[in-house]
């Protein structure tokens, strides 16, 4: 059973995932960061592997990915950064990113450098159903690494029972058809959410975007077994330099 799935187990409700940007407030910040998290309460850890051009990603968490660049964060830096990391950190760590980078290090090999850290999963918001079941899926399993795909509101019964028969770990439910970071009406998408928990799909669904606090942590989770935070938590490394004193004040106002 993976890290993932034993969460999961032991937790089915109110599980948070935070998001956080690889080399991001600074190059070597990325371990500490991850510490910062487990010990103040997160269930999972996404860690985004910053990149020039990312779609789905609103303007703060791609000014973070631009500082990491610019910090010098790259692939083989992360997966250096990582190698140890395993010995520290006993929560869930997933890989978010784009396609691009992760077919110039070479697929395989991004997954074999992801196994061997430690690394629970992948998300790749850009790969698309048809590649990954005829060309990616076989490495995925190979280095059994849970890969997870996204639904939105707008996404149908049947590509959601499609992409959740080929997810593992979780799904991921886009709160709204948007970037992260812009405020959600997360009380107008319960139809959606409700919608989801009632086809009993086989994985657990996170919702992501708008998450920014207590109460939409708490309306993100009702039909849901929990959300995925990301900008709010940015933002709160960029207010305060301490990225300890940071984490715990968010997080305890998240969880608290």
């Given at each position: 059973m993976s890290r993932i799935e034993k969460l999961f187990e032991k937790k089915n409700k109110n599980v948070l995932n935070v998001y956080c940007t690889a080399g991001y407030p600074d190059l070597d910040s990325t371990l500490r960061i991850m510490k910062a998290l487990q010990d103040n309460g997160a269930d999972l850890i996404e860690l985004g592997m910053p990149y020039s051009d990312p779609l789905a990603d609103g303007p703060v968490i791609q000014a973070s990915g631009t500082k990491a660049l610019e910090n010098g964060m790259s692939l083989g830096k992360l997966f250096w950064q990582l190698r140890d990391f395993r010995t520290v950190i006993h929560i869930p760590v997933l890989l978010m990113g784009y396609m691009n980078p992760v077919l110039q290090y070479g697929f395989e090999q991004f997954c074999e450098a992801a196994a061997e850290a430690g690394v629970d999963g992948i998300i790749l918001p850009d790969l698309p159903v048809y590649e990954f079941e005829t060309e990616y899926s076989k490495l995925l399993k190979k280095y059994r690494?849970?890969?997870?795909?996204?639904?939105?509101?707008?996404?149908?019964?049947?590509?959601?029972?499609?992409?959740?028969?080929?997810?593992?770990?979780?799904?991921?439910?886009?709160?709204?058809?948007?970037?992260?970071?812009?405020?959600?009406?997360?009380?107008?998408?319960?139809?959606?959410?409700?919608?989801?928990?009632?086809?009993?799909?086989?994985?657990?669904?996170?919702?992501?975007?708008?998450?920014?606090?207590?109460?939409?942590?708490?309306?993100?989770?009702?039909?849901?077994?929990?959300?995925?935070?990301?900008?709010a938590y940015i933002k709160a490394l960029e207010n305060n330099p301490n990225i300890e004193s940071a984490t715990k004040q968010f997080l305890t106002s998240i969880l608290n």
């Amino acid at each position: 059973m993976s890290r993932i799935e034993k969460l999961f187990e032991k937790k089915n409700k109110n599980v948070l995932n935070v998001y956080c940007t690889a080399g991001y407030p600074d190059l070597d910040s990325t371990l500490r960061i991850m510490k910062a998290l487990q010990d103040n309460g997160a269930d999972l850890i996404e860690l985004g592997m910053p990149y020039s051009d990312p779609l789905a990603d609103g303007p703060v968490i791609q000014a973070s990915g631009t500082k990491a660049l610019e910090n010098g964060m790259s692939l083989g830096k992360l997966f250096w950064q990582l190698r140890d990391f395993r010995t520290v950190i006993h929560i869930p760590v997933l890989l978010m990113g784009y396609m691009n980078p992760v077919l110039q290090y070479g697929f395989e090999q991004f997954c074999e450098a992801a196994a061997e850290a430690g690394v629970d999963g992948i998300i790749l918001p850009d790969l698309p159903v048809y590649e990954f079941e005829t060309e990616y899926s076989k490495l995925l399993k190979k280095y059994r690494l849970d890969f997870v795909f996204l639904v939105t509101p707008e996404t149908s019964e049947s590509r959601v029972r499609k992409v959740d028969s080929l997810s593992s770990g979780f799904l991921y439910a886009v709160s709204s058809s948007s970037t992260t970071g812009k405020d959600k009406d997360l009380e107008s998408q319960q139809a959606y959410l409700e919608r989801l928990e009632n086809m009993k799909l086989k994985n657990p669904v996170l919702v992501g975007f708008g998450i920014k606090d207590r109460t939409t942590f708490l309306t993100a989770s009702r039909h849901t077994q929990g959300a995925i935070i990301g900008t709010a938590y940015i933002k709160a490394l960029e207010n305060n330099p301490n990225i300890e004193s940071a984490t715990k004040q968010f997080l305890t106002s998240i969880l608290n």
